[in-house]
């Protein structure tokens, strides 16, 4: 059974960090594209920021860039959102996903068919 279980959102002050980890098991890691979205509270879903874990190629949405970093770590079937400078606008709901197969780091959702849980990301002013 494939499980992908997100944790370390929180409550953080702007300009804060907060790192989130994705911990995936079920199939095998470096084969599949994993993925971190959001959702804020009325907004539609977006990619937030993706990784090809065979090949290490990522993607980040535009207003994150600079300030989030997804890496990931093959031996313990982890990836990693780094999210520093966080703004009030980064308030959400992050889900990670992941692909069935093989993918470059595409965010737009489509293709990614497992989906962890969630974990609340709350950036106060």
């Known amino acids: 059974e494939v499980q992908l279980q997100a944790s370390g959102g929180g409550l953080v002050q702007a300009g804060g960090s907060l790192r989130l980890s994705c911990a995936v098991s079920?199939?095998?890691?470096?084969?599949?594209?994993i993925g971190w979205f959001r959702q804020a509270p009325g907004k539609e879903r977006e990619g937030v920021s993706c990784?090809?874990?065979?090949?290490?190629?990522?993607s980040y949405l535009d207003a994150v860039k600079g300030r989030f970093t997804i890496s990931s770590d093959n031996a313990k079937n982890t990836v990693y959102l780094q999210m520093n400078s966080l703004t009030v606008e980064d308030t959400a709901v992050y889900y990670c996903?992941?692909?069935?197969?093989?993918?470059?780091?595409?965010?737009?959702?489509?293709?990614?068919?497992?989906w962890g849980q969630g974990t609340q990301v709350t950036v106060s002013s």
């Open positions: 996903a992941a692909t069935a197969g093989p993918s470059g780091p595409y965010c737009s959702g489509y293709g990614y068919v497992y």
């Open positions: 990784t090809s874990t065979y090949d290490g190629r990522t």
């Open positions: 079920g199939f095998t890691f470096n084969d599949h594209a």
